[in-house]
């Protein structure tokens, strides 16, 4: 009597997370139909695609399962599978949940434009860098979320079942940082040192450079090489715009900003913008990243550092100008022999090259389509830059950029014939 109790349990167990597994299938109650048609076609086709496929991957294991328990297998692989198809289920919920969120975020058409062309941006950032290598770009996906920093799913990361690769960099911005969304160029500098490979052999070429100084440094730097190469992407194709961005994400107190966190990527926030205001420097000289590079050490002197912190921050600021060098002038394989400068030129983005473009644009230099198709990131620079040039007028800088991103995803939009 207790073993068919055990057995009416079980097949009732199995039919609930069938049915479950079964209510994924529906996309649409993942994500509304005007927030699917917020995506490109493309990008639409392949996540619904991947979505389905995890289902019918859910599904079909649900009916294994099913089947096990009609044949009269024992109760212990019966257990196990229930178990098992529960904790996949829960699993497959999360990553559709994630993408659902995602998707939503599209939901306002005013948010929707926008982010429309923030996807235009990411993929061009990409192929920029990936394009004279060979290497295909994937498409990108961009939502917005709370908090302070940005983040990426990458692109073919491999998903719950291992079976299943994210189709697309699903990238999250910050509601703070939309004024200045330069952090899309970081999170997307993440997906190309993934792709070339560039992370790993980056990370040894800050080892070799710090380590006749500091073996303890170097061994931070080298754990730090996948934030760096993601910095240093970033500037290569927006030069000093994302300095300011990034100075508001890692700010706080001086504890904090100095704090090292054994473990995380991340180099520590003060030595992080001291690194972002050098690359600057070292392309351009002096200019308004100087700025907050000296507010920075006015705010949170290295003396008031801890003394394992002000040792490592005394190390690396001795070296920015090697580790500027080794991150943008030195031939790396994952370039094909060439430095990063010369796939990604940092000067085609330095302020002197931005009021070029802006002189010789003129009035048409926010309606210009051609312009936004062929000068897309240094125009996102520029724009970026106004509101911490000219705070007095954020608001109408802010406004420009967010109409301007709108009609960048415009451009994207197929028009019918």
Known sequence: MTEDAEARQTAAEVAHWLLAAQGLADLDDA?????????????????????AAMVAALVAEARAV?????????????????????????QAEVVLDFYGD?????????????????????????????????????????????????????????????????????????????????????????????????????ADALYGVLAPRSVDVAQLWRSWAGEVAADVHAFALAGWAPVFALSTVVDGTTAEVFRIRYGDPHPFGWIRVMFNA?????????????????AWRQRHPMGAADAEAREVARVSVDALADLVDVCTRRPLRAFRGAPLSAVMDPRAVSPDRLRELERQAGGTLLTSSYLRRRHSLPLFALLSTRAVLDPANATAH?????????????DAVPHAA
């Open 278 to 294: 050098a690359l600057c420097r070292s392309w351009y000289g002096a200019g308004p990243w100087d700025d907050v590079a000296n």
């Open 398 to 410: 802010h406004t420009r950029l967010r109409d301007w991103l709108r009609d960048v995803g415009a």
């Open 31 to 51: 994500a509304a139909p005007e927030a699917w048609a917020g995506l490109e076609t493309y990008l639409q086709r392949g996540l619904r695609d991947r979505m």
């Open 66 to 90: 099913q089947r096990l328990t009609a044949n009269g297998a024992e109760p212990a692989a019966e257990r196990a599978g229930v178990l098992r198809l529960r904790r996949r289920y829960l």
């Open 102 to 202: 995602a998707i939503n975020s599209r939901s306002n058409p005013a948010l929707r434009g926008i982010l429309r062309g923030l996807d235009t941006l990411a993929g061009d950032s990409m192929a920029v860098t990936l394009g004279p290598l060979g290497i295909d770009a994937p498409p990108a996906l961009v939502y917005v979320d709370k908090g302070l920093g940005a983040s990426i799913l990458r692109a073919g990361i491999r998903l719950w079942d291992h079976a299943h690769p994210s189709p697309a960099a699903a990238i999250k911005l910050t509601r703070h940082n939309l004024s200045h969304p330069t952090a899309l160029l970081h999170e997307t500098g993440h997906q190309v040192a993934h792709l070339t490979g560039w992370t790993a052999e980056l």
